[in-house]
């Protein structure tokens, strides 16, 4: 991985080979040490300098045990090399070799952008391969034998549902062209869309019987079950793919549209395949219990939340399009994890890294704003201040781990976590106390135990105490802003004492003061 040269330090090329070790694209070359080899007449000459004591390869940033640092800082070598997981280190070679990026450039910036947008179709989708396929071969059974079933697709928000339907409903269409079969007839439902529940039946049966005149009697569910139950009119039908997005707006008080949807498929002679796709993982079995009793369930295809793996994947396979690189790897490895510890929604990490460029360009304004102005206040030469701006374009010409830190806190602050940032410092201490405390596997705990952990974090901190009596009025205070609930007791320090909010809230406001940093760990 490509590490940061100290701030003045001459910067030097460099590229990642697929062996891992660091080559130079320079005039300073290093020459690759063969494995095995204990021979430094390749390395350079030999000088009169002892030579340095070996390490493991594993500690040193360019792979050789005995090789020089090439320029490479080593505390800033070694802060780039502790990744607890190994995301960044899977990025392949086209990843890192990319020229960066220029923000200033409007096109650049647009392209970025519109990768990471929502709306933007990627054009290969990644780690839904096995959900895809169970998809895809249900349909096809379906298909070549020519008989109706239902199935439902659940999942969280953003786990890539729609986006992948979608590449079955094409992946199906190719695959009945080329062995010769009869295309279904494809209908995508939004049921957002539908002004009224029952409309979804009328819309299958104009997609069943186009030339059909639309009268009010009978239903057009009534006109469908009779279809569907006849043998002689199933004679030149084709099978019809039925895709119903957002599936829990048909949702009745009665369940009757719903049901009445999903027993179109029981019908004897149905020609209907219905995927239904929708949020609830348990609709099926809350909402169906007539089907269950029939044991006419749909198969049940569940999309689980990304991973920090998957987040991290699809992301860079949409930056791949782009012919430089845009983000800091650890900027996105920070995205992912976050992400994927708060919902795993896709679409959620999308909009953080958009918000993270829009944090960039603030910080170019700001910047060239303020070099404007020192340029006009000092009188800097024509030479000085092109000098100036060259430096300040080589320094913040990505989007690093700060942008993404801000755009991931402006995106999942909350009321909570505000309150908890603005309090006195002692106040923070004792609600991160109490976090330690129920860290242990506490339910509860008495305000002398918090005041005795309170005290040990004061300790290793340097910070003074506060006396037993404030210690108790401001567990009060934070009890009166909903933070803590405190329990009844003759006396104080046995009143028992209860986070009235979510630790990972506590542990969010608090990450990015250095007092509590390793004390959340």
């Not at 694209?25 to 350079?44: I, M, Q, V, Y």
């Not at 199935?151 to 953003?158: D, K």
């Not at 700060?402 to 602050?413: F, G, N, P, Q």
Request: proline share 6%; with cysteine.
């Amino acid at each position: 991985m490509p590490s940061i040269p100290a701030k003045g330090s001459p910067v030097i090329p460099t590229a990642v080979g697929r062996s891992g070790g660091i080559r130079s694209t320079g005039d300073l070359t290093t020459r690759k040490r063969s494995p095995g080899s204990n021979s430094t007449a390749e390395d350079g000459p030999i000088t009169s300098t002892p030579p340095p004591k070996r390490k493991s390869p594993r500690l040193c940033i360019n792979g050789n045990p005995s090789g020089p640092a090439n320029g490479i800082e080593k505390e800033s070598g070694d802060k780039l090399a502790k990744p607890s997981e190994l995301l960044v280190k899977k990025l392949p070679d086209n990843f890192v070799a990319k020229p960066k990026w220029n923000p200033r450039d409007m096109e650049h910036l647009s392209a970025a952008k519109e990768a990471l947008h929502v709306s933007s179709v990627p054009s290969m989708v990644v780690c839904r391969e096995d959900e895809r396929r169970r998809i895809f071969e249900f349909c096809k059974q379906c298909i070549e034998q020519e008989k109706a079933g239902s199935l439902y697709v659940c999942g969280c928000p953003g786990t890539g549902k729609s986006l992948s339907m979608e590449r079955v409903n094409q992946s199906l269409l190719d695959w009945a062209k080329e062995a010769g079969i009869q295309t279904p007839d494809v209908l995508a439902i939004n049921c957002t869309s539908l002004t009224d529940t029952s409309e979804i039946f009328s819309k299958i049966l104009h997609e069943s019987q186009p030339r059909r005149k639309s009268n009010s009697s009978p239903s057009p569910l009534q006109c469908l079950q009779g279809l569907y139950s006849r043998k002689q009119q199933q004679i030149n039908m084709k099978m019809t793919l039925v895709i119903a997005d957002e599936l829990d707006y048909l949702i009745t008080k009665d369940k009757a549209v719903l049901h009445d949807l999903f027993m179109i498929t029981t019908l004897p002679f149905s020609k209907c395949i219905l995927i239904g796709i929708a949020n609830a993982i348990d609709l099926a079995d809350r909402f169906l219990p007539r089907l269950q009793s029939l044991n006419c369930l749909p198969t049940v295809v569940t999309f689980r939340a990304y991973s920090k793996e998957q987040i991290f994947m699809i992301i860079q396979q949409r930056l791949m399009a782009l012919p430089y690189i845009v983000f800091q790897p650890q900027a996105l490895e920070l995205c992912a994890r976050k992400v994927a510890a708060a919902s795993g929604d896709m679409r959620k990490a999308l909009f953080i890294c958009r918000s993270a460029i829009e944090m960039l360009e603030a910080e170019l304004r700001e910047s060239m704003s303020s070099l404007d102005w020192s340029s006009a206040e000092i009188g800097y030469s024509t030479e000085q201040g092109t000098a100036a701006h060259e430096l300040t374009k080589q320094e913040i010409d990505i989007v690093r781990v700060d942008h993404m830190a801000v755009a991931l806190s402006k995106t999942y602050r909350s009321q909570v976590v505000e309150t908890i940032q603005s309090l006195p410092q002692h106040q923070q201490i004792i609600l991160c106390s109490a976090v330690k405390l129920f860290r242990k596997g506490k339910k509860d705990t008495t305000l002398g135990e918090l005041g005795r952990s309170y005290l040990d974090l004061c300790k290793s901190t340097l910070i003074p105490p506060v006396g037993t009596l404030e210690l108790s009025s401001m567990c009060r205070v934070l009890g009166d802003q909903g933070l803590l609930k405190l329990g009844q007791s003759r006396e104080d320090k046995l009143r028992r004492v209860t986070l009235n909010v979510d630790e990972a809230d506590i542990a969010f406001a608090l990450q990015g003061i250095r007092v509590f940093r390793n004390c959340l760990k």
